[in-house]
T-cell receptor
Framework: DGGITQSPKYLFRKEGQNVTLSCEQNLNHDAMYWYRQDPGQGLRLIYY???????QKGDIAEGYSVSREKKESFPLTVTSAQKNPTAFYLC??????????????FGPGTRLTVL | GIQVEQSPPDLILQEGANSTLRCNFS?????LQWFHQNPWGQLINLFYIPSGTKQNGRLSATTVATERYSLLYISSSQTTDSGVYFC????????????FGKGITLSVRP
């Protein structure tokens, strides 16, 4: 089945620790995205990548880092510099980045809690 | 940046009722999507509709880009329609960045 997978589903972390969230897609999409959702809010863009080995900061990139070494994978690291990391994290992909009329599809999300 | 406002923020319906959800945006768009977020957090794509009208079963959507709004219609609502409905837009030059509204929480009572 084609789709986007995220792991783990739930993640607990102690303050001061870095943690990496996984996102994989087998849709052969060029572009991938990371969003953050806080309770009662819409989604906000953290980072996006339009092509392998390239990525750009979104609206709330501080305290996060990403890599895009493979087309299928776009892992997100939440560093200890992120002041309020507890949130729901959603990964998305689309066929092409930077082009108009470009529908995005979302994975099931990872719920991160900092203890 | 572009602003997205959804209304009403909360909606309670009796099963079988119809409803209209609204999305207003502050600038021109080349992408508009409606999503349903289920109780587990999954975002389900409902419509990709930068302009025009589409229908899918009991749901339909209309976007009037020149007047900067989109409407999502739900007919004969069912309890499984409950959840949060998001509108998200991308304006030209945004490099595929979607801006989301805050969502509309729908509760359908049996």
């Amino acid at each position: 089945d084609g789709g986007i997978t995220q792991s783990p589903k739930y993640l607990f972390r102690k303050e001061g620790q870095n943690v990496t969230l996984s996102c994989e897609q087998n849709l052969n999409h060029d572009a991938m995205y990371w969003y953050r959702q806080d309770p009662g809010q819409g989604l906000r863009l953290i980072y996006y990548s339009q092509i392998v080995n390239d990525f750009q900061k979104g609206d709330i990139a501080e305290g996060y880092s990403v890599s895009r070494e493979k087309k299928e994978s776009f892992p997100l690291t939440v560093t200890s510099a992120q002041k309020n990391p507890t949130a729901f994290y959603l990964c998305a992909s689309s066929i092409e980045g930077g082009r108009p009329y470009n529908e995005q599809f979302f994975g099931p999300g990872t719920r991160l809690t900092v203890l | 940046g572009i602003q997205v406002e959804q209304s009403p923020p909360d909606l309670i319906l009796q099963e079988g009722a119809n409803s209209t959800l609204r999305c207003n945006f502050s600038d021109s768009v080349n992408n508009l999507q409606w999503f349903h977020q289920n109780p587990w957090g999954q975002l389900i794509n409902l419509f990709y509709i930068p302009s025009g009208t589409k229908q899918n079963g009991r749901l339909s959507a209309t976007t009037v880009a020149t007047e900067r709004y989109s409407l999502l219609y739900i007919s004969s609502s069912q309890t499984t329609d409950s959840g949060v409905y998001f509108c998200a837009v991308e304006n030209p030059g945004a490099n595929s960045k979607l801006t989301f509204g805050k969502g509309i929480t729908l509760s359908v009572r049996p």
